[in-house]
């Protein structure tokens, strides 16, 4: 059962222009949210994560925005640099449980 | 000084032997994972680590054991290995407690031939 969607495999974008990666969840009790950058032949890294409580967290050129009621959040990234290109997975989890759900992924490509 | 590492990096074994990864962070983190990335590149939790008390566990098969001799260290063991265990492997860590990211070991990517 998938309860974190992640529905573009794939996104395209020029370097300097935006990226917005969306992400969409069906269960109701999870409460914290995460999006992590993974590279080829390496772990994926935290980038950014945003409670329950907010709607929108920003750190420099990353922000992610919530929205609850319709259980989707997304990722910007402004300026999209070529080094950002990496495939991005979405994640949530609950207050009171470690385990955290992950999302296929979205390979972000940023063209020079 | 690597924040959570795994070895080995590559592991190819035959069916039916019995193997294992070794996974350690040095974060000082209070709980551990395991995850599996299969084919299709899902993500998937299988085991996690709470002060040496198991407390999670998905439906893995119980040929897959973790072993967490102290808190810095899960290690993961697996027996009879099949065809489709092979997979990468990840190992993770976090701070107990809600809110709470998880860092994520190299992988470790496991063929069984």
């Known amino acids: 059962d998938q309860q974190v969607k992640q529905n573009s495999p794939s996104l395209s974008v020029q370097e300097g222009r935006i990226s917005i990666l969306n992400c969409d969840y069906t269960n109701s009790m999870f409460d914290y949210f995460l999006w992590y950058k993974k590279y080829p032949a390496e772990g994926p890294t935290f980038l950014i994560s945003?409670?329950?409580?907010?709607d929108k967290n920003e750190d420099g050129r990353f922000t992610v925005f919530l929205n609850k009621s319709a259980k989707h959040l997304s990722l910007h990234i402004v300026p999209s640099q070529p080094g950002d290109s990496a495939v991005y997975f979405c994640?949530?989890?609950?207050?009171?449980?470690?385990?955290?759900?992950f999302g296929a992924g979205t390979r972000l490509t940023v063209k020079p | 000084d690597t924040a959570v590492s795994q070895t080995p990096k590559y592991l190819v074994t035959q069916m039916g032997n019995d193997k294992s990864i070794k996974c350690e962070q040095n974060l000082g983190h209070d709980t551990m994972y395991w995850y599996k990335q299969d084919s299709k590149k899902f993500l998937k939790i299988m085991f996690s680590y709470n002060n040496k008390e198991l407390i999670i566990n998905e439906t893995v098969p119980n040929r897959f054991s973790p072993k967490s001799p102290d808190k810095a260290h899960l290690n993961l063991h697996i027996n009879s290995l099949e065809l489709g265990d092979s997979a990468v492997y990840f190992c993770?860590?976090?701070?107990?407690?809600?809110?709470?990211?998880?860092?994520f070991g190299p992988g470790t990517r496991l063929t069984v031939t």
């Open positions: 994640a949530a989890r609950s207050y009171n449980n470690n385990d955290m759900r």
């Open positions: 945003i409670s329950s409580i907010k």
């Open positions: 993770a860590s976090s701070q107990n407690g809600p809110w709470k990211e998880q860092y």
